[in-house]
Nanobody, 121 residues
Framework: QVQLVESGGGLVQPGGSLRLSCAAS????????MGWYRQAPGKQREMVAG???????NYADSVKGRFTISRDNAKNTVYLQMNSLKPEDTAVYYC???????????????WGQGTQVTVSS
């Protein structure tokens, strides 16, 4: 079994900051790409930021310059630092990881349970 557990969401005023964390645990052989997605009410889930096992990153245009993704491979954890938050960033944020479990020979897609981020005054 492999699990992703997120933390760090909440309510913040416009212009504020939040840091999301996502820790992978279980029967993990290797973690490849990790990333964050979000889904606002009535909208499709969209990619926010991604990071490879080597540290290369990519971002949605809407968050470039405001959000930073990072990972700690020793802790199997990915982070999303969100600064200068806007009301349009309000969504449920999901962690995603491409993981090779110890009981498979290829990677599989894993998702966290989601954490609510609300930006409002």
């Amino acid at each position: 079994q492999v699990q992703l557990v997120e933390s760090g969401g909440g309510l913040v005023q416009p212009g504020g900051s939040l840091r999301l964390s996502c820790a992978a645990s279980g029967n993990i052989f290797r973690i490849n790409d990790m990333g964050w997605y979000r889904q606002a009410p009535g909208k499709q889930r969209e990619m926010v930021a991604g990071i490879t096992s080597g540290g290369a990153t990519n971002y949605a245009d809407s968050v470039k310059g405001r959000f930073t993704i990072s990972r700690d491979n020793a802790k199997n954890t990915v982070y999303l630092q969100m600064n200068s938050l806007k009301p349009e960033d309000t969504a449920v944020y999901y962690c995603n990881a491409k993981i090779v479990p110890t009981y498979l020979i290829s990677e599989d897609d894993y998702w966290g349970q989601g954490t609510q981020v609300t930006v409002s005054s």
